[in-house]
């Protein structure tokens, strides 16, 4: 079994791979969701030509070249068996099918899968696939484990028949690629073999190993892909050479020159100590509310104890910073005092640390009370606060696969209600652009069509459809 390590960057933090699981809201490549779908994919067993299929009804077009990006880092990091990469070739090549070959914005990572030649079964099938012979496709017809059994056997004097002219597709795609930054173009994959995890890692073998495929699937968790401080490793970024730039020697100054001016006059700020001296009444308010915030992290409040908390941080914001608020600390107000979660959010929503509160929000455990206070913030006038459409649309989409995941179906069925109330509420309000989450919500309808509030949103989405349709 293989290890892996991943460097850190200070300057500019590559997605690095460790050991556990990150929830930053960045820029992924894709959700763990969409990864799992793809990895399913990639195990089938079935003929290839089923597995494509399977594949086209999975993604939308839109999306074809990301998911083309992510199998390539599946292929740089070595994630992937040997009949893994059989499907993975078939499916970097089946996403731009419509297309000349040295059209392919992955022509160039074919070709040089083919140069190095680490495996001739893998080759030969790489030839094939590539060819324009009518009948190249034929072989798509059998499953990954028949296809390298039949490329192995498979007579010289047959592959040539299939060979394309790849000299020449090379020198029309290098002529038409846009291209590479010079230091991008020489940055490495932040991940490597990690030798603690790894008995039989020696520097003798450290190529070899890096080179070989794993011999059993490695499991999503294994790969760790969505850890890190930007989003994962999953990821085209990589550590790039420092770009060093000298300060530029002094003009020597010239007789025609202005002189600069330095004034002597500098008067400096004055600090009025008794707004805020050791002992004064800012101080015991703080401690006060310190106090009761931990009691608020710790367990429900009494009604009045909420609104007395609640006026003290609308009269005084800059408390909001000192009460031991954190993002870390977010789920557990939210879960025991919605209404003072509420508060403190409207109050940092003009800090810079705005997003890393709302990744909080949209990453924990769904629950009522979380629900609550996002329904809170979205009806709020857009004068008060106004949340990222990314924000919403991830929120909802962490709604629905909390809900597909639960397994008591009592309170799975209540928290499909909700979710259901939630999305009418915002779809009648105007508060949700409902076209881009049209196709998840609608699985989702129909997948507990059983529940009255799911067939309500059903008829719903259907209305909208249609009146859509009429107006263009």
């Known amino acids: 079994r293989r290890g892996f390590l991943a ?4 300057p500019s933090p590559p997605r690095g791979r460790g050991r556990g699981r990150g929830t930053h809201i960045g820029r992924r490549m894709l959700r763990n969701r969409e990864l ?4 399913t994919l990639l195990n089938s067993k ?11 009804r999975t ?35 089946d996403l731009f099918r419509g297309e000349a070959l040295w059209q392919n914005p992955f022509f160039a990572f074919f070709y040089d899968v083919i140069e190095r030649g680490t495996n001739a079964a893998e080759t030969r099938f790489l030839l094939r696939l590539l060819s324009t012979a009518p009948d190249a496709r034929d072989v798509l017809k059998k499953g990954p484990q028949q296809i390298l059994e039949d490329m192995l056997i498979m007579e010289d004097e047959t592959l040539a028949a299939y060979r394309p002219d790849l000299a020449g597709m090379r020198a029309k795609y290098v002529e038409s690629a846009p291209p590479v930054p010079g230091m991008r173009a020489v940055g490495l994959r932040p991940v490597i073999v990690d030798p603690e995890e790894d008995d039989g890692y020696t520097a003798a073998n450290a190529a070899a190993l890096k080179q070989l495929p794993p011999d059993t699937e490695v499991p999503l968790e294994d790969m760790a892909l969505d850890d890190g401080p930007m989003g994962g490793s999953l990821s085209l970024l990589g550590f790039e050479p420092a770009f060093v730039r000298p300060l530029p020697p002094l003009l020597e100054p010239t007789d025609a020159e202005v002189l600069w001016l330095n004034p002597d006059y500098a008067p400096q700020l ?11 009444g800012a101080d015991a308010s703080d401690a006060e509310l310190r106090e009761q915030m931990a009691r608020a992290f710790a367990g429900s409040l009494a009604p009045p104890q909420v609104d007395a908390i609640v006026r003290k941080l609308r009269a005084e914001p800059r408390l909001v910073y000192t009460c031991g608020l954190t993002p870390q600390r977010l789920p557990e107000l939210v879960e025991a005092n919605p209404p003072i979660a509420v508060q403190c959010l409207l109050t940092v929503m003009a800090s810079p640390q705005m997003t ?5 929000l949209v990453n924990m455990e769904m629950s009522v009370h979380s629900m609550e206070v996002v329904n809170r913030l979205v009806h709020l006038p857009n004068e008060v606060v106004r949340l990222p459409d990314e924000f919403i649309h991830l929120y909802i989409s962490n709604c629905i696969s909390s809900c597909e995941n639960i397994k008591d179906k009592y309170l799975q ?7 259901c109330v939630f999305l009418q509420s915002l779809i009648r309000k105007d508060l949700l652009n409902v076209s881009d989450l049209f196709i998840e919500v609608q699985a989702f309808c129909i997948e507990f069509s059983r529940i009255r509030e799911a067939a309500g ?14 107006t263009s």
């Open 413 to 419: 069925n209540r928290l499909v209600r909700l979710v």
């Open 46 to 56: 079935d003929t290839v030509e089923h597995t494509l299929e399977a594949f086209h």
């Open 59 to 93: 993604i939308i077009k839109s999306d074809a070249f990301k998911y083309g990006c992510a199998v390539c880092v599946l292929f740089q990091d070595n994630l992937l068996t040997r009949l893994q990469r059989v499907v993975a070739f078939s499916v970097l090549h």
């Open 356 to 360: 890393e509160y709302l990744s909080a």
């Open 457 to 470: 949103l059903f008829r719903l989405l259907k209305t909208l459809d249609r009146g859509a349709s009429e």
């Open 270 to 280: 004055l600090w009025e100590r008794p707004l805020h001296t050791p002992g004064s």
């Open 7 to 10: 460097a850190a960057n200070p």
């Open 36 to 39: 799992a779908q793809l990895l």
